[in-house]
T-cell receptor, first 114, second 114 residues
């Protein structure tokens, strides 16, 4: 099983819709979960971090974590064309790794159509 | 301005010629890390450092060396580059305490080894 899995997409949503991005992870000991956004040709930038079960909201973004199901998601409300990017899920690695070891999924490409 | 800088941004070299990619941050961050990004493989961690003189392997350390003699600098060294090290490299940094993994990324270094 891959350590961090995401659908590669592309995920296409119309402007104003809710975009839902999903991520599953294999290490049950993981405690820290992140969503990074990467525009084409640019470096990743952190948009959300979540550490405990439940929802965390920041503006139009909501991260959801379910450790029992080993699942983390990102919802983008009122999607804008400027949200078109690749979204990377990242999880800290506990088993077989050490503090500081971070694993990224391959990313989901989101396209928001005007 | 808070930033992570990398040099060079682009580099074409030949097999076996030692090279160093520099990384510097001006945010007094303890944690620094190197990643490589390849199509279809995503972002993979090479090495990381929790603080000065403390470094550890990520998931793909083979063929790379690092050092952390000063807090602000974390150079990546390729002693004998090979074509399979052709990739896009990112350096990142974050605070170690409470915000580990909430990383700021540098602009990237595109390396081609012929």
């Amino acid at each position: 099983q891959k350590e961090v899995e995401q659908n590669s997409g592309p995920l296409s949503v119309p402007e104003g819709a809710i975009a839902s991005l999903n991520c599953t992870y294999s290490d049950r000991g993981s405690q820290s979960f992140f969503w990074y956004r990467q525009y084409s040709g640019k470096s990743p930038e952190l948009i959300m971090s979540i550490y405990s079960n439940g929802d965390k909201e920041d503006g139009r973004f909501t991260a959801q974590l379910n450790k029992a199901s080993q699942y983390v998601s990102l919802l983008i409300r009122d999607s804008q064309p400027s949200d078109s990017a690749t979204y990377l899920c990242a999880v800290n690695k506990r088993y077989g790794g050490s503090q500081g070891n971070l694993i990224f999924g391959k990313g989901t490409k989101l396209s928001v159509k005007p | 301005e808070a930033q992570v800088t990398q040099n060079p941004r682009y580099l074409i070299t030949v097999t076996g010629k030692k090279l160093t990619v520099t990384c510097s941050q001006n945010m007094n961050h303890e944690y620094m890390s190197w990643y490589r990004q390849d199509p279809g493989l995503g972002l993979r961690q090479i090495y990381y450092s929790m603080n000065v003189e403390v470094t550890d392997k990520g998931d793909v350390p083979e063929g790379y060396k690092v050092s952390r003699k000063e807090k602000r600098n974390f150079p990546l060294i390729l002693e004998s580059p090979s074509p399979n090290q052709t990739s896009l490299y990112f350096c990142a940094s974050s605070l170690s305490s409470g915000h580990l993994y909430e990383q700021y990324f540098g602009p990237g270094t595109r390396l081609t080894v012929t």
